[in-house]
């Protein structure tokens, strides 16, 4: 089976019968499919059931179309440390979609999945112990209901319905066609055609120089620079490896650590000496479009890694720049005219199609109705516990993963903290866990779910009051940072304080 194929559905559950699972995952994108691996592997004991709304799994890799569609960091650190992976380090949207189709395969996973499952609501009983979930089957428009023990959440993190768009003066006058690159159209003839791609971060990068050599021209327009990493789209220590006949997943082991020393090198350069790191990213781009342009149009007012820094392979959209096949433009807009985008330094970018690559918006907890014994849950009311649990919520994981390294490496370390914790559980014959704030911690100031001034992306910003808060002690924040999480997260005292048990 190609990793494009939908997988078959298993039958489900009838309006009438309510199916009980020991864990429903919620999300078959890259966290659920981790989910997955982790519970049948660490606990083959448990029941466990996988839903998505989606035909098919790869959630990100199956919703987004758009020309050139690739991942924007390694696929050594992006793939599961429990599969080897043996392509280029940035890999295509098919490439991963295969990838994630070969674990599904090599687990026997494909029969725990039901796809077209789209959940409305789930409440907790603390009388019952259960998660009742009630969900939509698309395929027949049936209500089905679900009963669990535990809920894993894999929904990942930004609407797959719509793509954010900001509201400009006289879109409404434009007479060309507008995109979002979440919904790119099928067939959308780009062909000859003047094309105004806004937005300044990975996805924008990926798309101008995979439609470069096909239109007319295309322009590159942001409001300000953000950093990028452009180097060869191949790993000098797995091309060293290669002859020596080694197992695949030893390579990987070994690949991964070095990517993940030098990722955590970065990070800490970051911080502790910004202004070497920023110009050295910097002689990256220039090597590509002179100083001139990279002081202009690729010099950040911020320092690395306050956004995401995207992986550029071969540093393509830069040799579109340099080759005059695309053109970068920093500015801001007026308003939209009938034929393009009038900006405010009076020029105007002609167009007949603008793609609006300006991010998403934020969505918590799969949009699900979420209610504890008859009160609906809000998210901002709680404190999140490292980042994955909730107060006054039981039973409950979240992945969030991370923004300066890969997403995946959280969804392994938490795969073992669930299987951790529901092995503790079993032991101490309970039915019920939630985290609650300690005594010490009754004076803890509440703040906003991350440090705006660490890390700032619009989806965020926008949508913090959505989030839930966060201490000022390690427990009770998502610190971001994986190097420190993979020692301590594996090193929780389950039997702590903040942990309670009935």
């Known amino acids: 089976m190609s990793g494009t194929d939908t997988l078959e559905r298993k039958p489900s559950a ?21 989910a997955a691996y982790h519970l049948k592997t660490q606990n083959p004991d448990k029941t466990f059931v996988v839903l998505d709304k989606f035909e098919t799994f790869g959630g990100t890799w199956h919703t987004h179309k758009y020309p050139g569609i690739r991942s924007d960091s390694d696929l050594y650190t992006f793939g599961y440390r429990f599969k080897p992976w043996v392509g280029a380090p940035i890999a295509s949207a098919a490439e991963i979609k295969n990838y994630m189709n070969e674990v599904i395969d090599e ?40 009963t669990t023990n535990f809920m894993f959440m894999g929904s990942g993190y930004y609407n ?9 003066k006289g879109m409404d006058k434009f007479k060309g066609t507008i995109v979002h690159p979440q919904h790119w159209p099928d067939g959308l003839d780009y062909k000859g055609k003047r094309v105004v791609v806004i937005g300044s971060g990975a996805t924008a990068a990926t798309l101008v120089p995979n439609i470069a050599d096909e239109v007319e021209h295309v322009n590159l327009l942001q409001r300000s620079p953000t950093y990028f990493i452009p180097g060869l789209n191949q790993n000098e220590l797995a091309n060293l490896l290669a002859p020596l006949d080694l197992d695949p997943m030893l390579v990987h082991q070994i690949v991964r650590k070095r990517i993940l020393f030098d990722a955590g090198e970065l990070t800490r350069r970051s911080f502790e000496e910004p202004d070497v790191l920023t110009a050295e990213l910097l002689e990256g ?3 590509f479009v002179g100083e001139d342009i990279t002081a202009k149009h690729f010099t950040p007012n911020y320092r690395p890694w306050r956004q995401r820094i995207a992986f550029v392979p071969d540093g393509d959209i830069f040799q579109g720049i340099a080759a005059g096949k695309a053109s ?23 167009a007949d199609i603008i793609v609006t690559a300006t991010g998403f918006d934020l969505c918590v907890m799969g949009d699900i109705k979420f209610s504890v ?29 991370y923004f300066r390294a890969s997403w995946t490496l959280r969804v392994d370390i938490l795969g073992d903290f669930v299987a951790r914790l529901l092995k503790k559980m079993d032991e101490k014959g309970v039915k019920q866990v939630r985290t609650e704030l300690r005594p010490q911690d009754s004076n803890m100031p509440l703040l906003d779910w991350i440090d705006s001034d660490n890390f700032n992306p619009g989806y965020l ?42």
């Open 373 to 401: 014994d008859g009160k609906p849950v809000s998210w901002p009311d709680t404190v999140n516990y490292r980042g994955m649990m909730f107060t006054g919520v039981p039973n409950l994981i979240w992945v969030f993963g």
């Open 160 to 168: 797959h319905d719509k793509g954010y768009t900001p509201k400009w």
């Open 461 to 502: 910003t926008r949508s913090m009051h959505l989030l839930p808060k966060r201490g000022d002690k390690a427990e009770w924040m998502h610190n971001q940072d994986y190097w420190s999480e993979r020692d301590e997260i594996p090193a929780i005292d389950l039997d702590g304080a903040e942990f309670v048990y009935s």
């Open 328 to 350: 970068v433009v920093t500015d801001e807009i007026d308003t939209y005219v009938e034929d393009g985008i009038k900006l405010k330094s009076g020029e105007v970018l002609k």
């Open 107 to 146: 687990n026997d996973l494909k029969k725990h999945i039901r796809y077209q499952h789209r959940i409305e609501n789930a409440s907790w009983s603390s009388e019952t112990d259960l998660w009742t979930i009630t969900a939509t089957n698309l395929a027949t428009n049936a209500t089905v209901t679900f």
């Open 285 to 287: 781009v220039k090597a």
């Open 14 to 34: 009838s309006a009438n019968k309510v199916e009980h699972f020991d864990v429903l995952v919620v999300g078959a994108g890259i966290s659920g499919i981790g």
